[in-house]
């Protein structure tokens, strides 16, 4: 991920750091393309920036007809882990639960305040989640405004997103304009930081939708799960939708091939020349059956570390006080200065 310049919003003689937030939500099986496209770019920067990662769990309850409360605590803390595990340091970056911040809905219901209906009737993962239910929550409809609100509390400067999130971002824009034209310049209007390359891995099953924790629940061969074991990544890998061609060339494959070029080119670093040289005239087999090795060594010490982690969940609730608290004090301050502008107590 490229170098981001200092918060624009800082003075000339501030050296606070341009701060980072990002979120993941509790439910569903994180997978590799949540490592590449997130997880990995959140390792990598911590340090670079002030850095704070959200287990979104109150989202999770916007379909509560879907999740059953000791899943959602069980895959909130097992979320928590494997950001742990993917190499997000509490001693570097702030991890923490976003119902563990209850400012976090109280900023929301003030952004509700001041957002239009018709701003969140026109976001496109609202339009496709409310077609597939018979009475969708008004959660469901409201859930941008809470995201937003997890981004303006802390006055983020960037936010590490699949370009599938790029309108999240642009609303969360629209809110702080609106509020700042009402009460005073006041948010920070945050930026997208999307990943050049492997912000979008696709299914393996069906290369023309994205990669999703939620359909891989239905469907395990969609995805690879970061706990995936080797022999079912091997399966799903080898299973992996392509075509009856057997040239590996990025711009001339079908999706399932390019898919799969995606995912061996960000994982091995190596450049699209070099992949193409290495795998010219070796046939899909042979890419695939290499693809696998990389994404079963890539994940080995991850599922170690997450495997370490687990088994001492004591330490694991200690880092998500500790990150809480960290969280609270900012916002719990935004919360307040948030209350005197709108003439609240």
């Known amino acids: 991920m490229q170098s981001l310049t200092q918060t624009r919003n800082a003075s000339p003689d501030s050296h606070r750091k341009a701060r980072v937030l990002s979120g993941i939500q509790a439910t569903g099986r994180l997978h590799i393309g949540n490592y590449i496209g ?3 770019v959140w390792a990598a920067n911590q340090q670079t920036y002030d850095s704070l990662f959200c287990i979104a769990n109150l989202h999770s309850l916007t379909i509560p007809e879907a999740i059953e409360p000791g899943y959602l605590r069980e895959r909130t803390l097992q979320t928590a882990a494997l950001l742990m595990a993917c190499g997000i340091d509490p001693k570097h970056a702030t991890i923490f639960i976003q119902s563990d911040v209850p400012a976090h809905a109280y900023l929301a219901w003030l952004l509700d305040c001041v957002t239009p209906v018709g701003w969140l009737e026109r976001m496109t993962q609202y339009k496709v989640k409310a077609a597939n239910l ?12 809470l995201q ?9 400067d960037y936010v590490p997103v699949g370009e599938d999130q790029k309108q999240h971002i642009e609303l969360t824009r629209d809110i702080a304009q ?13 930026q997208a930081w999307i990943r050049a390359s492997g912000a979008r891995i696709m299914g393996l099953d069906d290369p023309t939708v994205k990669m999703s924790k939620s359909v891989a629940e239905q469907r395990p061969a969609h ?29 001339h494959a079908s999706p ?32 695939k059956r ?8 890539t994940l080995r010490p991850i599922q170690e570390r997450y495997g370490q982690i687990m088994s001492d969940p004591n330490d694991l609730n200690d880092v998500l006080k500790g990150g809480a608290a960290n969280a609270s004090a900012i916002a719990d301050q935004t919360l307040a200065e948030v209350k005197q502008l709108v003439g609240l107590p």
């Open 38 to 40: 997130a997880l990995s």
């Open 134 to 145: 018979e009475s969708p929550s008004s959660g469901l409809l409201t859930y941008p405004v």
């Open 148 to 156: 937003a609100a997890d981004i303006l509390i802390y006055q983020a």
């Open 178 to 190: 609106r509020f700042n034209r009402f009460y005073g310049e006041y948010f920070t209007l945050p």
């Open 223 to 251: 995805a690879i799960a970061l706990l995936d074991s080797p022999d079912t990544i091997r399966r799903n890998i080898m299973a992996a939708v392509t075509d009856s061609g057997n040239e590996l060339r990025f711009d």
């Open 256 to 287: 399932g091939i390019q898919n799969l070029l995606v995912l061996y080119e960000t994982l091995s670093g190596k450049s699209q020349e070099s992949i193409e040289k290495h795998f010219g005239g070796r046939g899909y087999g042979y890419f």
């Open 290 to 297: 290499e693809t696998v090795d990389l994404v079963v060594e």
